[in-house]
């Protein structure tokens, strides 16, 4: 697969030689479990959606250099204008009793409606029992805040939006503070839609630091989360969720341009190259795998204005997430 630039221009044997070194390094630490590598499925169109407020006024020149810079977010951040009005999951960190009831109704939507079959098949008895008896809304809030802190309330409820968020519609939706990534290649083509033409679809390349939950949800992958649910004496799931064979791992808030490996261009047959990976100094190879690429974002403050999201999210790479509201901004 060509391996390009930006503009679409094949990076030079030199440049080539090194990214193709980055690659091979990722991959081992990947092996190490230093790093996981994930997969994202996506169309042209909709990024283009989410990176302009006018998606075809944007050359894809434009759309790259702004993705390698700002990131591809959750739908919260994106389509949610109802957040505010809604009064739950309204936010990143949102942890009120609001927002666990609303989850509490959603697991209750989701044992009963068309993922029914799905639920019985990955859930036991128990879990669906709790959820479909309205007596328990109020003890699911009080066993969540036997949680140790509120870093352990918000993975309670991010361990139950994973599973909304695999849901669809059923579960939760435009409202989701999820991006949804596989370690499957072959998941990702399924999602870019590839089977129907494979013009303007792309796959994300994209890694994760360990230790994953603190910057994704994946129970499969890391017991952190339902390990805390555990101890709160809450009804826990399969660690894969409802579609074991997708491999999901839900990255939370956005997939942040730091952790872009590029992105591959499916009717092109290249790879478009993350133009901070070009820039990279090989003796910082290992620095990347803990705290991504170094990206100055002195002007994203201005930039993300002329996108159409509506907030956006930042990490210290610790857990802790803090979403700034576009509004806020201008």
């Known amino acids: ?16 030689a090194k990214f193709n070194r980055l690659r091979d390094y990722l ?30 006024n944007g050359t894809d020149n434009e759309l790259f250099e702004k993705l ?10 994106h389509l949610d204008s109802n957040a505010n009005d809604r009064g739950a999951l309204t936010g990143l ?25 799905k639920v019985k098949e990955h859930t036991s008895r128990k879990f669906q029992k709790y959820f479909l008896d309205d007596n328990n809304i109020s003890n699911f809030f009080a066993s969540a805040n036997r949680a140790f802190n509120d870093k352990s309330l918000l993975k309670i409820r991010d361990y139950y939006l994973y599973l909304l968020h695999a849901a ?16 499957n290649k072959k998941i990702a083509y399924q999602f870019s839609k590839l089977h129907q033409n494979a013009k303007n679809k792309v796959v994300f390349h994209y890694f994760i630091p360990a230790p994953f939950y603190k910057l994704a949800i994946a129970p499969w992958v890391s017991e952190h989360h339902q390990s805390i649910v555990v101890s709160c004496c809450l009804p826990t799931y399969k660690p894969y969720g409802l579609f074991p064979h997708q491999n999901e791992v839900a990255v939370k808030g956005a997939l942040f341009p ?21 820039e990279l100094d090989e003796k910082h190879f290992d620095s990347i795998t803990r705290s991504g690429f170094d990206i100055d974002q002195s002007s994203f403050a201005q930039r993300i204005l002329d996108t159409a999201y509506l907030a956006y999210g930042q990490t210290d ?13 201008v």
């Open 317 to 329: 790479l610790d857990g802790n997430y803090q979403q700034i509201n576009i509004q806020q901004t």
């Open 68 to 77: 390698f810079l700002i990131g591809d977010k959750a739908r919260h951040l």
């Open 93 to 117: 960190n949102d942890c009120s009793q609001k927002t666990f009831e609303y989850i509490f109704r959603r697991l209750q939507n989701i044992c009963q409606g068309s993922m029914s079959q």
């Open 258 to 278: 730091h952790f872009i490996i590029g992105v591959e261009l499916l009717d092109k047959k290249q790879f478009l190259v993350n133009s901070h990976a070009l």
């Open 1 to 16: 697969m060509e391996l390009v630039d930006i503009n679409y221009k094949p990076l030079d044997s030199y440049s080539e």
């Open 27 to 56: 991959a081992e630490k990947d092996r190490e479990g230093d790093i996981l590598l994930v997969y994202r499925g996506e169309e042209i169109k909709n990024i283009k959606k989410r990176l302009f407020k006018v998606p075809g």
């Open 168 to 183: 669809g519609s059923e579960g939760v939706r435009v409202e989701t503070t999820l991006v949804s990534t596989s370690t």
